[in-house]
């Protein structure tokens, strides 16, 4: 079992970066591929970027360019390197672990906004 606690989250205006966070305990957390996804009000939740326990990425296409997904399997930690945010990314973002089943952190919300 794997246990996930996202951070780095806040607010920003458009334009601006941050950078997120998800520390993993419980397991080995190289074996896992890592995955963010967000949920923004009156949405469904949708997958961001995932990174494989290999290091291949993949990243949706309204942030491609934008965000680079990351991962220290040394620190147990995976990152979101998100750079030119605008108002539409403004939404909870949540850490998954998937090894044929899957594990989810609690959030961290993002808001962009001037």
Not at 27 to 35: G, K, P, R, T
Not at 60 to 81: E, H, M, P
Not at 91 to 110: D, E, I, L, R, S
Request: hydrophobic share 35%; glycine share 12%.
């Amino acid at each position: 079992q794997v246990q996930l606690v996202e951070s780095g989250g806040g607010l920003v205006q458009p334009g601006g970066s941050l950078r997120l966070s998800c520390a993993a305990s419980g397991s080995i957390f190289s074996i896992y591929a890592m995955n963010w996804y967000r949920q923004a009000p009156g949405k469904e939740r949708e997958l961001v970027a995932g990174i494989t326990s290999g290091g291949n990425t993949n990243y949706a296409d309204s942030v491609k360019g934008r965000f680079t997904i990351s991962r220290d399997n040394a620190k147990n930690t995976l990152y979101l390197q998100m750079n030119s945010l605008k108002p539409e990314d403004t939404a909870v973002y949540y850490c998954n672990a998937a090894h044929f089943v899957g594990y989810w952190g609690q959030g961290t919300q993002v808001t962009v906004s001037s």
